[in-house]
């Protein structure tokens, strides 16, 4: 934090500090006041009353005391009062109502203890209540002496108030709040001045030197800061300002030196590996302009000692310009008549020039263009101790060539002569090693050539490209290659890791040939490619691209490896969980893959955290995921699976989805399930198939379970060819008005005859359609034969609109509305005479999914309603969302609805209640008995249907029951 934030802020803290203890202070001075006050006044009423009440006792005037108390009782301050005697009787009261009763009765803070010391001691005791409003007041009623049958009497009655001091207490409350009021505004006027007076003769100054600060740690030297005045700050102002000139001049410096020395570390490469001069000067001369920062560099050489001959010019730069082919006579050099390049030549020694005179340089006719050229250092160039040409060195900078940076060039230009005497022994090398390298270069592998009598390794074209450098650059790698060689055979492959100069390791393998005593070639082949694509494959292999865990393949390898000891399997047991995500299949189909694969990978992240030990995760397909947990039982794999169902619990949130995942877990353990891995997978997977039927978390498996899957199998297979033979048919339970006794509607229901099995009850055989395409098929055929029946029936004379229930399945198909449109089209039937039942779970799936397709299929007429409210989540959201016209309570909740101690009885007139409010019609199913439809009726319950009228009947048999009881309406 800022110290222009830090400063009034410690201000305001400590201001509140110090108000703090000055209102605490303030507080307890005036309630010190307020108890004296209040104790005077209540002294001051007692005494007065005392007398008072003395005197009239005394008179044995009862109406003047009972007047006397009642007009103190309606003082406000007062909230009782009465006289009590001896044995703590109330004589006389404010309220009538409470004379004679004992006192503790009617006042439970009136203390018998301190009434008897107050008669006693005859003096008066005043006691504050626990209760800081209210204090409680004794006062002795002393009688005179008389005498009854020659025997004094003395008698002391005691005087009671309850004195309430809530108004005093609130003026106080009053005085302190506003004394607080002023402090703290007077505090923080103060704190506020005072940070603002600081701020600006400190924090300001300050930042300037924060800024100051910051500069230099970014190395921006040149920055300078200016604090007005003589204090301190102005002394440190001057101090960084004195210390950022000298780091300046200082940096310069070093960044000069750095220059030299880099140059210098530039021209030994370059001698390495120049083998001509023309080659090694324009190099080097480059080095000096771009290194150091000349801007021109020249020379004159020749490397022939004859008079009669030539010296070549070599130019590089800006400042300075050469003509072409430019040469220049020895016999001129000789002479003197070329000016300071003849005196450098002649007496053989450096020259350094920091006030530049360009007249001073003479080529006759053909003499260089100089532009700006302000200081020169020229410098004579040897070999084999005869000077053969001069360099010179050029900058538009006034001084540049100081005593230190002259001996820096000096080095640089003897580095050149050395490379000028060994040039010719370079040269004749390198023409023996001409033949070897074009041979090299056109062999795709690596080749060193070693001699035994050289110390540096020659190598062809692809082990520089490969490794980025020559051998004798990195010097430290080779030796170690070098001493491979020593310990190995002829021609024996030796693999063998190398660092490329670009970091990357190089796999690479070699083998050595002895050409003669002298001579040794090696030759390297690049496995890097090779050992990338056989690890990629592997991982390909054995593991998923998506989710980057174990595949099947893995994850069957790792597990009958440890299956394989059977032995072992009773004395360290392993466990198997199958699990699989819960409507996965619909959130590909709704969401996208895209965002099914990324919640994929986000529970296999999830999943890995329940990994431990040598345990194994893996994805085998799909959504399902299996988990090997090794020496586990029962106990460790319950443990496991509810670790799992605990960290998919929370929402998986990304990009603009919120999805939540629930998941089956089926549970086998080896070896009462199965010794073998197929028959353990098997088990474990009838087990979480069992488990996300039942709609449980996880199971394990029995032996029962894989006898329902078997059955269910066959069901399921039987299902397919119920439609095509006729097995499916509707039956028909009407809806009975409660009012006039007449058919509101009509429900289909659906019912499957099995050829051996029979009748097959819809709660089987519809979960098994839900679970494969056959249920889209199977709605498809209720919906066809509904609407046909509605033209049977309106042939007929009888306008009846029939209900029908339509999978949950059924909403997730993207053209539900245009089927049902083409089917009512087919049959040639109105939208208003059919009603559309859909469930709460069917809703809730995705609520604005559902909304779109209601409103659609709504403008077609049809009639909505929510089927088996009260089952589900049971949500007031999406009955006001959804386009609904009714709703049909479940009959779990109409059994026993008549009895007063249900359960039920409680909750259905509630559900009416909502309904209504909302617009909506009621149908309460199940209803059996009489009683059950009375009390429905009494609800206001719009509709009934149950065995109270009758079952689900074929048509024929409706009509007849219909005309029996009159339940149609003419």
Known sequence: MKLSYKI????????????????????????????????????????RLQAELINTLEKKDIFEIQRELSWVSAISEIFCIFVADEHNQILYAGRMDVKGKLAVSVMPHYD??????????????IVPLRDQNFMAIYYPLDLSKRERFGVSFQKIYTLFILYNTTFKQQRLEWHYLKGKILILSFIILSAFLLSLFLNYHVSRRVNKLIHLSQEFS???????????????????????????????????????????????????????????????????????????????????????????????????????????????????????????????????KPLIMNHFNPNLISFSDKKPRYCNVASTAMFPLFQNNQIVGVFTLCSSIENFFTPEYSKLCEKVINDVCFALDNLELKITTSNERELFKKIGNAIPVMILLNKIDQPALSSNYEFERLMGFKPDENWEQIQQLRTLFERTDEMRWHDYDMLSCYGEIINTSWALINLSDETQIAIGIDLTERKKSESAIKHLAYFDPLTNLPNRRYWNEFANKHLSFEKNLLINPLALLCLDLDRFKIINDTRGHDVGDKLLIHVAERLKICVHGKNM????????????????????????????????????????????????????????????????????DIAMYYAKQ?????????????????????????????????????????????????????????????????????DVFIILAEQSHII???????????????????????????????????????????????????????????????????????????????????ELGIHLSIDDFGTGYSSL?????????????????????????????????????IAKNLGLKVVAEGVETLEQKQFLKQLGCDGVQGFYYTKGVLPEKLEELAKEFHWFKV
């Open 877 to 913: 959201n999406y009955l006001k969302s959804l386009p609904v016209d009714s709703l049909k309570v479940d009959c779990s909740l109409i059994t026993d609805v008549e009895k007063p101690d249900s359960m039920n009885h409680k909750i259905v007139p509630s559900i009416l209640f």
């Open 694 to 762: 039942e709609r449980i978390s996880y199971a394990f498996f029995e032996e029962k379970l894989a006898k329902k899957l078997e059955e269910d199998f066959y069901l399921e297979q039987s299902l397919e060819q119920a439609i095509l033979n006729n097995e499916l048919y509707l039956v028909y339970q009407p809806r009975i008005d409660l009012i006039d006794e007449k058919i509101t509607s009509i429900e289909a229901l659906l019912r499957w005859k099995h050829p051996e099995r029979g009748e097959i009850s819809p």
């Open 218 to 348: 970014q190395f921006n030297y040149k920055a300078r800061i200016s604090i007005q005045g003589n204090d301190e700050f102005n002394q440190l102002n001057h101090s960084f300002n004195e210390m950022a000139k000298r780091i300046e001049e200082k940096s310069h410096d070093l960044e000069q030196q750095n220059r030299f020395y880099n140059a210098l570390a530039e021209t030994n490469q370059i001698i390495m590996r120049t083998t001509n001069y023309r080659e090694l000067f324009e190099q080097v001369c480059q080095v000096t302009i771009n290194t150091i920062g000349l801007e021109s560099a020249w020379v004159v050489f020749s490397n022939n000692k004859n008079d009669d001959n030539y010296a070549e010019i070599i130019s590089i730069g800006n400042l300075c310009e050469c003509p072409t082919n430019f040469h220049l006579s020895i016999k001129e050099l000789k002479s003197g008549r070329t000016g300071l390049i003849s005196e450098v030549w002649l007496h053989k």
């Open 776 to 858: 889209y098929d199977i709605d498809d055929f209720v919906l066809r034969t509904a609407c046909n029946q509605i033209k049977d029936w309106k042939n007929k004379g009888l306008e009846l609109r029939l209900a029908i229930n339509l999978s949950v399945k059924a909403f997730q198909r993207d053209n539900l509305f245009e089927r049902i449109q083409n089917i009512l089209l087919e049959t040639d039937v109105c939208g208003e005479w059919l009603e559309i039942e859909i469930t709460e779970s069917a809703a809730l799936y995705d609520l604005n999914l559902a909304c779109d397709i209601l409103l659609k299929i709504k």
């Open 617 to 684: 995760l893996a994805r085998l397909g799909g959504d399902e995921f299996a988990f090997l947990l090794l020496n586990a039982r029962e106990t460790e794999a319950i443990a496991i699976a509810q670790q799992i169902i605990d960290v998919l619990h929370k929402p998986f949130v990304f990009d603009k989805y919120e999805i939540r995942v629930s998941v089956s877990i089926g549970i086998a353990c080896a070896p009462q399930d199965g010794n073998k891995l197929e028959i353990l997978y098997k088990s474990a």
């Open 8 to 47: 009034p802020l410690l201000l305001i803290l400590y201001s509140i500090i110090i108000m703090s203890f000055l209102s605490y202070g303030l507080y307890y001075h005036e309630q010190d006041n307020l108890k004296k006050e209040i104790t005077k006044e209540i002294e001051i009423r007692a005494s």
């Open 112 to 125: 018998e203890i301190i009434a008897t010391n107050v008669r006693t001691n005859n003096v008066p005791i």
